[in-house]
């Protein structure tokens, strides 16, 4: 199969980047909006007094951090973007844990599991780490 004929993989590829661009940036823009939920009850209690800036403020930093790698997902840096996403719903299901938050933890462990997915594809197809693919590095 050629490098640039992965059309069984588009089938997957293109509704996995739109939604793990999509969810991440949309959630993160809603810390600042609050319109889908209260960020702030799922922080487990023992963080609260940890925090170096208020909660409220605390928040809209882990929302620039969404909005950031959603945007990674959608535009250039789908790979990288991927992993990163994979990670940050790792770690947000690890501090869910403690909080008593155990379905959502759940959820977001298998949104995990397809967010590396997104970046296995992505990685099958060519792309490199910071964008491009092997075929555009080889033309």
């Excluded at 790979?79 to 008593?100: D, E, F, K, S």
């Excluded at 995990?112 to 997104?118: F, I, M």
């Excluded at 060519?126 to 590095?137: I, K, L, P, S």
Aim: one cysteine or more.
């Amino acid at each position: 199969m050629e490098s640039s004929d992965h059309s069984p993989l588009k089938t997957v590829y293109y509704p996995l980047r739109i939604a793990y661009g999509l969810v991440p940036f949309l959630a993160g823009l809603d810390k600042f909006l609050g319109i889908l939920a209260n960020w702030e009850q799922y922080l487990p209690e023992f963080v609260v007094p940890l925090l170096p800036v208020s909660p409220a403020a605390f928040m809209m930093l882990v929302g620039c951090i969404e909005m950031v790698a959603g945007l990674a997902v959608l535009t250039m840096l789908t790979r990288l973007g991927a992993y990163v996403v994979m990670a940050w719903l790792v770690l947000i299901a690890l501090l869910l844990i403690p909080a008593g938050y155990l379905d959502v933890a759940v959820r977001d462990l298998v949104m995990a599991v397809g967010a590396y997915s997104l970046g296995r594809i992505a990685g099958i197809r060519g792309e490199h780490w910071f964008g491009g693919t092997v075929a555009d590095a080889t033309a």
